[in-house]
């Protein structure tokens, strides 16, 4: 059985995993976990919904992608800043950072 490389390891080509890639799998999937993120709290205190940050977002925001930053699924930097530009849409009075909305860095 001819085997190829892969950024797993070398797993059999006929869909045969080897433990080792299911390992890699599972801790590759397991970093992008970060937990409930401020812009969690920072909602609920200003009273806004997911619903609400998707109505305010000029620009093609889901709700999909409001709740995953909500529970820490690591958001690229273009969605982390729609989040925070549907944010500042939504209410006038504060001004906030994507520092201030999440606690994971570029």
């Known amino acids: 059985m001819k085997q190829f490389p892969s950024t797993l390891g ?11 890639c299911r390992e890699r799998v599972y801790i590759n ?3 992008i976990q970060y937990g409930t993120q401020p812009l969690d709290a920072i909602l609920t205190e200003l009273g806004i919904t997911n619903s609400d940050l998707v109505r305010a977002s000029t620009e093609q925001l ?31 009075e504060n001004v906030f950072t994507l520092q201030d909305l999440f606690n994971y860095g570029p």
Request: aromatic fraction near 6%; charge should be positive.
């Open 10 to 20: 070398n797993c059999f080509f006929f869909g045969v995993i080897l433990d080792l």
């Open 29 to 31: 999937t397991m970093s």
């Open 62 to 92: 889901t709700h999909k992608m409001v709740q995953k930053g909500r529970k820490g699924r690591r958001l690229t930097l273009h969605v982390r800043q729609k989040l925070l530009n549907a944010l500042h849409n939504a209410q006038k």
